[in-house]
């Protein structure tokens, strides 16, 4: 871990952990759902967290570094974006609570977990922004359609609303907005 350059004075050790759950484990929680069902939907949405979170910090990263003649538009379409993945994020983290689990929260562990691949550190074409937001919505749509059978056949309407209501619809809506800022030229109609 990197040291930083202000510091002067030796730091305290940080305390020692001390978990009152593990991560992976579901405490009980009277919601009539059994145990199973509740472990498999909090396994679940931990990894639908962990790729929103990742597709968000996309869309904070290429709100930052738009660029070119669309700058003004895109800019605003990725911070709102941003702001409504973030709504998710928070949805999500909630909805692995009430069912007794622990929720993905640290940058560490988000990156360990995601299945969206790492963008460059750098400053990408506005092409390649757009492509990259695709792809990771395109990843995140295909585990909320699963998951959200499997919520369904393990009676958790609850989870199974929450990704149909809100994942899904959220993310086909701003896969529209974003896809339409593709520069590829259309083909010609007849």
């Given at each position: 871990m990197k040291e930083s350059?202000?510091?002067?004075?030796?730091?305290?050790?940080?305390?020692?952990?001390?978990e009152v759950q593990a991560f992976g484990t579901v405490a009980e929680m009277p919601i009539a759902l059994a145990e199973a069902a509740r472990r498999e939907g909090a396994d679940n949405l931990n990894q639908l967290l962990?790729?929103?979170?990742?597709?968000?910090?996309l869309y904070r990263k290429h709100h930052w570094q738009a660029s070119g003649p669309t700058f003004y538009m895109l800019h605003l379409l990725f911070d709102k974006h941003h702001r409504e993945q973030d709504e998710l994020v928070?949805?999500?983290?909630?909805?692995v609570m009430q069912l007794g689990g622990v929720s993905v929260a640290m940058a560490a562990d988000v990156a360990e977990t995601t299945l969206i691949p790492?963008?460059?550190?750098?400053?990408?074409?506005?092409?390649?922004?757009?492509?990259?937001?695709?792809?990771?919505?395109?990843?995140?749509?295909?585990?909320?359609?699963?998951?959200?059978?499997?919520?369904?056949?393990?009676?958790d309407v609850g989870t199974g609303d929450l990704i149909v209501s809100d994942v899904i619809r959220t993310n086909e809506t701003q896969v529209w907005f974003v896809a339409e800022h593709r520069t590829a030229v259309p083909a010609e109609v007849e």
């Open positions: 350059a202000l510091a002067k004075a030796p730091r305290a050790a940080a305390p020692p952990p001390h962990a790729d929103t979170i990742t597709l968000r910090d928070d949805a999500i983290a909630e909805r790492r963008p460059p550190k750098g400053r990408e074409r506005t092409a390649e922004q757009v492509a990259r937001l695709l792809y990771a919505h395109e990843i995140v749509l295909e585990e909320a359609r699963a998951m959200a059978r499997y919520a369904e056949r393990d009676g």
